[in-house]
Each structure stands twice: as C-alpha cells, then as structure tokens.
C-alpha cells in the first residue's frame, strides 16, 4: 500500500484501488494485515476521500454475517458490494446486513464483465427476489 501511495503521488493520479481478495475473516493474521493497510491510508492520505466496500457473494447466506462483522471492526466498511446475482442465488442475507449495519449496497454484479457491474436498485432488487 505504501508503494502504492508513493507511485499515486509521484504520477498525480487520481484514484487507487485496493483488492485484497482472498482475506479470511477467520484468519487473525489477515485481518491485523487489512487494519496495517488501513493505517497507512490514514498515515499517508489522511484527507483523501476513500471508500471501504466489502464485496460478498450471493451465494454466501448467513456466513457473511460473520464476515461482514469481522471486516468492519478491521477497517469500517462504508458499502457492500453483492456479487454472483446472475444465477440462481437471491442475496436476500444482504438486507439484514444492510439494515443492521446500517451500511448501504451500492453495485450488484450480475454477470462477468465489466458491464455487468451496476448501481443497485433496490425496487429491482426486490422485485428480482419476488
């Protein structure tokens, strides 16, 4: 992330993106390194406007309770990013999730290109499950 930062200041560009695929919210040692990668953001881009999304799987179901539990203690997830609705997975646990955390679903991916990455629309959400 360091590096990161320094070659986004030294080129002037506008945007990073972080993707830290692969973290297990019951693996300490993941998570203590997802925080580290928080506070050199904060450290090194204190006023930088920035996002957290965690992005779940449709398919997931109650895990990502637990997940989505997890990560925001890590690094306060602003939005949830819900993957995987082109099949027959509903995503419905995303709801309570939304709700309770109060933390908003802001894309839904309905497919594997770009183009399949939209803003979520909660009366097609809902309208899809029924």
Same mark, same amino acid.
């Given at each position: @992330?360091?590096?990161a930062? !320094?070659?986004? $200041? !030294? ?10 695929? +692969?973290?297990?919210?019951? $693996?300490?040692? =993941? @998570? ?23 992005? =779940?799987? !449709?398919?997931?179901?109650q895990?990502?309770?637990?997940q ?10 602003? +939005? ?6 082109? +099949?027959?997975? $509903?995503?419905?646990?995303? @709801?309570?999730?939304? !709700?309770?955390?109060? @933390?908003?679903?802001?894309?839904? +991916? ?21």
């Open positions: @992330m360091f590096d930062i !320094a070659s986004q $200041k !030294a080129h002037n560009t506008d945007v990073i993106l972080v993707d830290t695929a +692969g973290r297990l919210h019951n $693996k300490k040692n =993941l @998570m203590n390194e997802l925080s580290k990668i928080n506070r050199v953001i904060d450290r090194e881009l204190p006023d930088v406007d920035r996002r957290n999304y965690i992005v =779940l799987d !449709a398919t997931t179901g895990n990502a309770v637990s989505v539990e997890v990560f925001d203690e890590a690094i306060d997830i602003d +939005g949830i990013i819900l993957t995987k609705l082109d +099949g027959t997975a $509903k995503g419905g646990v995303v @709801m309570a999730i939304s !709700a309770e955390h109060e @933390m908003p679903v802001v894309y839904v +991916g309905v497919g594997e290109t770009i183009n399949d990455l939209l803003p979520f629309n909660a009366t097609d959400f809902v309208n899809a499950i029924l």
